[in-house]
């Protein structure tokens, strides 16, 4: 099945906001919607499409910035780990919140979340086809920070030890614009991406620079 797909890099920290849903059918999910919710809304509309759903990959506010006015645009349910329900700025009955491993789909796409903690404890990737949207857990060539509240270095490396078991096809949708380029095979992650490839929590901490407490 062919994917609509839009990254839209937006606001000033570098933020990559995605559009995604079936080619064939309207239905589209918005991602970490951080900032310019109208010029969100303006390329949904010129593309077309039918927002109806929200997912956010963790909590952080440049993810979640726009959140609440998107909502109130849309009336759309917003995704979120359950771990980080209660930070969302809207009603209760707008959250849903999910687990890894918890599925759904938009029109005959269907996508799934892995629950990734390190960055913050309700990280969440999603996996849609070939797709893999990683927020702030996986970039190209880094890793999220560790260091911010919330964060935790041990469950970082196992989750990026766990996407780096997945498969090498892949193609990885980050949360931020930090590299030369947008998006990059997994396969190429697990070649020259040192995070994905430090053989224990040791050698992991040894990159980051952690200090062991
Ligand atoms: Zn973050």
Request: charged letters at 20%; proline letters at 7%.
């Given at each position: ?6 990254q839209l890099e937006l606001g000033?920290l570098q933020n990559f906001v ?17 900032w ?140 931020h614009n930090?590299?030369?380029?947008p ?31």
């Amino acid at each position: 099945m062919r994917i609509y797909l839009k990254q839209l890099e937006l606001g000033p920290l570098q933020n990559f906001v995605y559009l995604i849903g079936p080619a064939e059918s309207a239905e589209t999910a918005v991602v970490d919607p951080g900032w310019d919710v109208p010029g969100i809304l303006k390329t949904a509309e010129r593309d077309g499409r039918r927002i109806t759903a929200v997912l956010v990959t963790h909590t952080h506010f440049d993810h979640i910035n726009g959140v609440a006015e998107l909502v109130s645009a849309t009336d759309v349910p917003v995704y979120v780990h359950k771990k980080e329900e209660g930070a969302l700025p809207v009603e209760p009955a707008s959250r849903k919140g999910v687990e890894g491993g918890y599925e759904f789909s938009l029109g005959p796409l269907a996508l799934s979340f892995l629950h990734t903690p390190g960055h913050t404890p309700g990280s969440l990737c999603v996996s849609v086809q070939d797709k893999l949207i990683t927020g702030d857990t996986l970039f190209i060539g880094g890793c999220g920070r560790c260091d911010l509240p919330g964060g935790d270095p041990e469950l970082l490396h196992k989750s990026l030890v766990r996407l780096s078991q997945m498969d090498d096809r892949f193609i990885v949708h980050p949360g931020h614009n930090y590299a030369s380029q947008p998006t990059s095979f997994l396969k190429d992650e697990k070649r020259y991406n040192p995070f994905l490839q430090a053989k224990d929590l040791l050698g992991f901490m040894g990159l980051i620079g952690a200090v062991r407490k």
